[in-house]
């Protein structure tokens, strides 16, 4: 799934493409891409119709447009294969366009969100006093936010009584890291995924964010990363930092920083990408022996 640099990309499309223009028509092609607007298709083109999309935001990788003169937001979630593109209104139609989205402008260009899986999609939601669509009050600020709270994480996290990647992973401690960029900064971070977070200090997991940011805003500066032609930006075109990864995918490779061959094992339904040898796993305590 796409993470935070992948939403980020997209949401800056939508700020430059979309943000300030009025809604002149809404379509909703299939059922299953507004699901989570409990109404319908009908009700939530009915309820965008004339109102001017805000400023795009995001938080982790959930990404929204406020409706300015309301007090609720198009929430949007791309799921697994999910793409927002703005197009040519003249444009053929995608295969696996799901809604458009039509402006009371001149500018000859709509919103498209296209999603060939179907597991992405978009609902209209009340807004929070901060701004934040309801539906994900609960998510937590990301890395990159400027009020992200460092030591209210650090706590939080040998609380909490889990896996360094666990708790990368858990989008109410920290939002936006999914499996290829924990990958990649516990690399950078010589951590064993399975680290558990209680042995972690202040200062090692100090050194851990700043590895996360680090990757991230790299990971930002090409376009995301794009392993097929479903993650793109508004424009449909792919990030390339999959060139720059440095343990996601590597199984079999030489480690770049000692030359060990990668390792890859499964986790969680997914996988987990380490060194052997610049990552050595967390020491199992010796069973308990009765007196």
Known sequence: MPELPEVEVVRR???????????????????R??????????????RLRGHRFGVARRRGKYL???LEDTDASVLGHLGMSGQL????????DEKHLRIRIRFDDDLGTELRFVDQRTFGGLSLHENTPDGLPLAIAHIARDPLDPAFDEAAFHTAMRLRRTTVKRALLDQSLI????NIYADEALWRARLHYDRPTATLTRPRSAELLGHVRDVMTAALAVGGTSFDSLYVNVNGESGYFDRSLDAYGREGEPCRRCGTPMRRRPWMNRSSYFCPRCQRPPRVPPPLTSA
Do not use: K, M
């Open 13 to 31: 499309g939508l700020e430059r493409w979309v943000s300030g223009r009025t809604v002149s028509d809404v379509q909703v092609l299939h059922p």
């Open 33 to 46: 891409a507004v699901r989570r607007h409990l109404a319908g298709g009908e009700d939530f083109g009915g």
């Open 64 to 66: 929204w447009l406020p």
């Open 85 to 92: 593109l703005v197009q040519p209104e003249d444009a053929a």
């Open 175 to 178: 939002s936006g890291v999914g």
